[in-house]
Antibody
């Protein structure tokens, strides 16, 4: 069974860093793209980052480019989202999702990130 | 950026009814490889999103055939026929024709 479990969320002050993890199981992690999508409270979905299977290529929207870094450790079956210089508008539930049959065919349960002073 | 406009924003349906949700793209989602990169997802309250349909009309594994997707170019439709009580959710269209990947604003389906 495919499972994705996020961790590392919490309350941080503006300007602080935070690193999220996404532990994967039930599939060959090294064969799939990994993505991060966020959802601000009461709002819609926003794509945040993607990384290719071997971790050599990464993609971001302009809203986080230069502040967020996505990575994956295929030996540990874990993906990461390093978030730097966090802003209040980064407050959201963060989901990791696998690319398989579709862009986001399996999702984790999400982890909450709150940026507030 | 590709903008996806979903209508209606909310939908009230009765069990057994057929409902349709529209997703209009600001650009054609037809790729030069012949694929059209438009997907549909649903999100129940308090849960993670889950995939429904990919490449316009292909059902994800386990999705009942009450759900169907259609369309081409810039105009797409998700149809649920017949609606069941468990279909209460917010439905999103999503494109991966071009970066950044974008989502529609969602359509909240409520069952009477």
């Amino acid at each position: 069974e495919v499972q994705l479990v996020e961790s590392g969320g919490g309350l941080v002050q503006p300007g602080s860093p935070l690193k999220l993890s996404c532990a994967a199981s039930g599939f060959t992690f090294s064969s799939n793209w990994l993505n991060w999508i966020r959802q601000a409270p009461g709002k819609g979905l926003e794509w945040v980052a993607s990384i290719n299977p071997d971790g050599s290529s990464t993609y971001y929207p302009d809203t986080v480019k230069g502040r967020f870094v996505v990575s994956k450790d295929n030996a540990k079956n874990t993906g990461y989202l390093q978030m730097n210089n966090l802003r209040s508008e980064d407050t959201a539930m963060y989901y990791c999702a696998r690319t398989g049959s579709s862009d986001f065919d399996y999702w984790g349960q999400g982890v909450m990130v709150t940026v507030s002073s | 950026d590709v903008v996806l406009t979903q209508t209606p924003p909310t939908l009230l349906a009765t069990i057994g009814q057929s409902v349709s949700i529209s997703c209009r793209s600001s650009q054609s989602l037809l790729h030069s490889n012949g694929n059209t990169y438009l997907n549909w997802l649903l999100q129940r309250t308090g849960q993670s999103p889950q995939p429904l349909i990919y490449l316009v009309s292909k059902l994800e594994s386990g999705v009942p055939n009450r759900f169907s997707g259609s369309g081409s170019g810039t105009d797409f439709t998700l149809t649920i026929d017949p609606v069941e009580a468990d279909d209460t959710a917010t439905y999103y269209c999503q494109q991966s024709w071009n970066d950044p990947l974008t989502f529609g604003s969602g359509t909240k389906l409520e069952i009477k």
